[in-house]
């Protein structure tokens, strides 16, 4: 009887029962949570749905014990933060047909309240207006205290911490941080390079240098080339697709895709749909086929793609992490995709183009790393590292374009600068082209450059390599960050130093300027000579001056075979000149200065001995190419008054006087706005070069002698040991 009984209890169902709350909201989280790079996606799109320029991301432990966002979004109203953290509470929809024409990245107010049910979450936030912002930490979807007023940057911090510490087998298959991490810097690039008018980075805790570090830019190029590097931005070509047929399909695509030389062992495809990051396996799947079909090696490719949609045709609603959407005549759009992709395949397999490649020595920037990294065996032996006092912290990167004063300006972009601005691309091109080895057989040249590394300071050679450049003082001087010390750097004493030493090294291996306009010697010459002039409208010394133009243009036609084998200075028959030498790669000198350069080669080189005629000519060329202030006033501040004129105007004003007609008119002053706007374009192409050409050239080229450490080229106006002594006595 007992065992009937036993068994009868057995077959009952067993009972349903309610869970409690606590433990609904932590499964649901570890559904959306589902590992740190879920979190940091989550955070991510809330800063661009805040409309953010910058956002910089710090993990530890690959997201387990710390993963920190910020961003300098709108920021979050203080009414707003008691119930910030609560189960679908947004303020990106109000009712259900809103996901119908939904265009942020977030909408079910899911993610901020998953975290707090699996992490300590604490948010810091200010908006506009706002004297002081506030700062609240967070639990079970909570408040955990008021919101204090806080010291705050523009935007929102969001802070996760101790992530899963409640979801011990969780944490447990999460151990590797590594594999962690390398999710997360995968995830911020694909970023990087879709929303190119958004600033990313990414780094560990405590690393002084970012994993992602990307600019805002306006080419997609460059933030590819920026992101993934040179040699994948190189192989890649753009594909565009277009349908406007509402019986089948209404989308637009662009994008790159890899051509035949680009080599990887696994695909990586970059794919938003409607600037929505997600993951599509039928469209992946196809485009594999198709590069498996059309490239003989079958190579896995790379791809970027960027659908644009309807908001109506997709739906977003179908995966607990948005990873997925569900799109309207989702079959149609992929054969179309598909077949642009082959005929684009095709087309460029036709012809392949090879890059040629050099053998080259290890640069002197390699050869000082290698050094410093044997003098600091504690920087390569992991983690754990000396704890350096605050007062000696560095905390810019030479290599990281955060520390820069331009990131804190915001300037609106020039159409001459947006070409190719990305600094990486720049860097890149600097460094391919490596000071040759093979300088002409003179013992004069060899002369001059031993004399150069000779006379090297090896204090200001370490500055120079490892500066970190934080913008313009003044029209002369740039500000140059080294450690912890802040100094001032003569930039045209810089420049003109520096090409000096780079006609040396590249003597007789110099590409070449083509003059769209070949400019005659004689008028040059002319033109320097009455500049030099004290009274420049004086006709007294016009005859004298031409005679003296043509002694040097026939002096230079004869020299002209030197120059151009030598120097690349192309001098024509009829004296006129044509050719000028590259000294920098993305770099061309001011053409306003070109007749004091051609009156130097006449006048003040010695034509008979070897070794100074090759130092004056280097040195004219150095001082030619030496990055002056342009020749215009710079219009920014008190530099406008020299483009306004004074103009006669009638006075509208009523008077009650009867004088003459000419009592009405007054003086105004008129700004000269097509000079206003030369001058700006000038001048921010200066500054552009000097922070993206000279700078890095002179951390692979430049030897600074030792005169420069005493003639006021480098003064040091700060040290952080320093100023922390005076805030200690304060």
């Known amino acids: 009887m007992e065992e009937e009984e036993e068994e009868q209890v057995a077959t009952e169902p067993p009972k349903i029962h309610r869970l409690d709350e606590s433990v609904v909201n932590r499964i649901a989280a570890g559904e959306v949570i589902q590992r740190p790079v879920s979190a940091v996606k989550e955070l991510v799109e809330n800063s661009l749905d805040a409309h953010s320029s910058s956002i910089n991301v710090v993990v530890k432990d690959g997201g387990l014990k710390l993963i920190q966002v910020s961003d300098d979004g709108h920021g979050i109203r203080y009414e707003d933060l008691p119930i910030l953290c609560e189960r679908h509470t947004t303020s990106k929809l109000s009712s259900f047909e809103d996901l119908q024409s939904i265009k942020s990245m977030g909408f079910r107010g899911e993610a901020l309240a998953s975290m707090t049910y699996v992490a300590h979450v604490t948010v810091t936030t200010i908006t506009k207006g706002q004297l002081h912002g506030y700062r609240v930490s967070y639990k079970d979807g909570v408040m955990e205290n008021e919101p204090k007023a806080c010291a705050a940057v523009k935007g929102t911090q969001i802070m996760i911490e101790n992530l899963f510490y409640n979801m011990s087998a969780r944490r447990k298959n999460l151990q590797n941080s590594a594999d962690d991490y390398s999710k997360i810097v995968d995830l911020l690039s694909r970023f990087a390079i879709h929303h190119t008018s958004v600033s990313f980075s990414c780094r560990k805790h405590g690393a002084g240098r970012a994993d992602v570090s990307s600019v805002a830019t306006l080419s997609r190029i460059d933030a590819i080339r920026s992101v993934y590097g040179v040699s994948v931005a190189r192989s890649l070509m753009k594909v565009e697709a277009l349908d406007n047929d509402p019986s089948s399909s209404v989308f637009q695509m662009d994008g790159f895709i890899s051509n035949s030389e680009y080599v990887a062992k696994k695909i990586t495809m970059v794919l938003f749909i409607n600037d929505r990051l997600v993951d599509c396996t039928a469209l992946k799947r196809a485009l594999e086929i198709v590069y498996a079909a059309t490239l003989p090696k079958a190579s896995k490719p790379f791809i970027y793609m960027s659908i644009v949609l309807p908001p109506e045709h997709v739906d977003v609603n179908v995966h607990p992490t948005k990873r997925e959407v569900s799109l309207l005549n989702q079959e149609v759009i992929i054969e179309k995709i598909q077949s642009v992709v082959e005929s684009r395949l095709r087309s460029s397999n036709e012809t392949q183009i090879f890059q040629e490649q050099t053998v080259e020595p290890p640069s002197s920037s ?234 130097c080669l006449g006048n003040d080189v010695d034509w008979e001995e070897e070794k100074k005629c090759f130092q004056v000519i280097s040195a004219a060329l150095g001082n030619f190419y030496a990055m002056h202030p342009p020749m215009l006033p710079n219009p920014s501040g008190d530099g406008l008054q020299f483009y306004q004129k004074r103009k006669l105007v009638r006075n509208n004003e009523g008077s009650l006087s009867c004088n003459t007609a000419a009592d009405d008119m007054v003086m105004e002053d008129e700004i000269e706005h097509e000079l206003v706007a030369e001058a700006e374009t000038a001048w921010a192409q200066r500054e552009w070069s000097i922070q993206h050409v000279l700078f890095p050239s002179m951390r692979l080229f430049f030897k600074p002698p030792n005169s420069m450490a005493t003639n006021g080229t480098f003064v040091r106006v700060a040290s952080l040991e320093k100023l922390y002594r005076i805030f200690e006595r304060c």
Do not use: W
């Open 366 to 599: 390699q050869m000082i790393s290698s050094k410093d990294s044997n003098r600091n065996p504690l920087a390569s032996a992991g983690s754990k590292s000396q704890k350096v006092p605050v007062n000696k912290m560095v905390r810019t990167d030479s290599s990281d374009p955060a520390g820069r004063l331009h990131s804190y300006l915001h300037a609106e972009p020039r159409g001459h600068l947006e070409k190719n601005t990305s600094l990486t691309a720049v860097r890149s091109s600097v460094r391919q082209r490596r000071n040759p080895k093979e300088t002409a057989d003179l013992s004069s040249i060899q002369e001059l450059i031993a004399e150069i590394d000779s006379n090297c300071h090896s204090g200001m050679l370490d500055i120079v390599r490892h500066c970190t450049y934080i913008g313009m003082a003044d029209d002369v001087f740039a500000l140059l960050q080294h450690d912890t010390h802040l100094y001032l750097a003569n930039v045209v004493s810089l420049s003109k130093e520096l090409m000096y030493q780079q006609v040396l090294r590249r003597f007789a291996h110099f590409n070449a300027i083509q003059l769209s306009n070949p400019a005659p010697l004689k008028e040059l010459i002319v033109l320097a000579l009455k500049e030099g002039d004290t009274d420049p409208e004086s006709t007294e010394n016009d005859e004298l001056n031409e005679k003296i133009a043509e002694m040097n243009t026939e002096l230079l036609k004869q020299k002209a075979d030197l120059v151009e084998e030598y120097f690349s200075i192309h001098i024509d028959k009829d004296g006129n000149l044509s050719r000028l030498p590259v000294i920098l790669d993305q770099y061309t000198p001011d053409m306003d200065r070109v007749p004091e350069f051609v009156l």
